[in-house]
Every structure is written in structure tokens, then in C-alpha cells.
């Protein structure tokens, strides 16, 4: 595994424990996270699996504003990432909370195939990977977290990935600015529980968790 990170340059590292300090995270983080980024970077040359290429903004765009959702999470739980494409939310979250057990859950045959050989080479014990549409996923109520970013509308999400979810479970989505459209639009038996601001270190732009329950 150092290996891998080895490519990674020292300026990457210092964003990130930087970043990992300001969210106030363990900066032993990085270590495994910079093992993920030089994977995802490697692999992103033949798969197309991101249009974000620099590695400083690979750290501020996909790793530290998966990690900013953090504080809304429980330490452990069945969490399905839905439409993960590369891992994102999921591989960071998975890789930050080792106790949560994670299922990325994609539709794309060449970002699954990534997703297997980054859960196998970085040792991800608590992750497992869904080749499949989130619709299709047969797990009724098996999952007491779901996550989204960069998938859908509230709407849209819950009508692919609602069914997963445990009575008490909870729709964590990721969003940039405020989604009033969105929340006004949820579908009937959903409610929102809480629009958490999320401040990611060193991206100038609004990002806000939607947390989404069933309505009592
Ligand atoms: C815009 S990408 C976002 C990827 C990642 N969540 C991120 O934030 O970078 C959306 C991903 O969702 C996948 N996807 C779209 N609809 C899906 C569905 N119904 N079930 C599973 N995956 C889906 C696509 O293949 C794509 O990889």
C-alpha cells in the first residue's frame, strides 16, 4: 500500500492533512486515503472514472467533501452509497468509520470493476461492492444509513433507494446550495429531519447534507 501513495506528491498530502485537521479528523487518515487517490488517479487515465484530475482538487472535491458529512454519522450501521461511481461518498466514509459497514452500490460496469480492486488492494473489510442499479438492489429495509452525492433529486433518490432503508433509517444526501426545490418536492411518508451547512477545507462553494427520514 505505500506504494501506491508513494506517487502521490508532498503538497496532495499537506492539503489533505490539513484539510483532515480543520474537520477535525485523525491526520493518520491520510495514509489510506492518499492509497485510495493514487488508485483512483491510476486507474482514471484508462476508466474516465472522474473529470477532476489535479490531485490538490481531487483532495478538496472528492475526498475532504465526502469526509465534511462526518459529524452527521453514526459510528456504525449499514450505510449503502447509491450511484457511488468511483466510491464517493462511500470509500472515504468507509475507510474514516471502520465500523460502519458499507455497500457501494453502481450501475457501471467499468466503475465496479474499479470499485472491487479498490476494496480489494486497500484492505476494505467493511465494504462491499453492488454491481447494479440501486432499484434493483434486493435488501429491503437492510440499511439504517443511505448516501448520495451527485445522483439525483431527494425525490429521484428515494424513488431508486427508498425500499433500503430501515423503519428508523435515514437519506443522507450531499448538495451544493441550499435544496428548497428538492425538499418541497419529497414524495408523501418522507419528511426532512435536518439541512446541515457543511464547511469543506479549501472549496470556495456551499454544500449542505439533507437528512431525509420517513414521516412519522
Ligand atoms: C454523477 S456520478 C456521481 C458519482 C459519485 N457519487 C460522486 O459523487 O462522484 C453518478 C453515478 O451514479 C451511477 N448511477 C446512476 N443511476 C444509478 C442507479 N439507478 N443505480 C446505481 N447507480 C446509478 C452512474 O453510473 C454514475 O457512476
Known sequence: MADMAAT????????L?????????DTALAAPLLDYLALLQRWNRAYNLTAVREPQAM???????????????????????????????GIPLAIARPALQVALVESNGKKARFLREAVRSLGLDNARVLESRAEAVDEPGAHDLVTARALASLADILAVGGHLLAPGGRLLALKGVRPDAEIAALPQGWELEALHPLAVPGLDAERHLAVVRRAA
Open 17 to 25: 492533512e490539513a484539510g483532515l485537521s480543520a474537520l477535525h479528523l
Open 8 to 15: 502521490i506528491d508532498p503538497q496532495t498530502r499537506e492539503t
Open 59 to 89: 483532495v478538496t472535491r472528492h475526498l475532504l467533501d465526502s469526509l465534511a458529512m462526518l459529524p452527521h454519522l453514526p459510528a456504525q450501521g449499514r450505510l449503502a452509497d447509491l450511484g457511488t461511481g468511483p466510491g464517493l461518498p
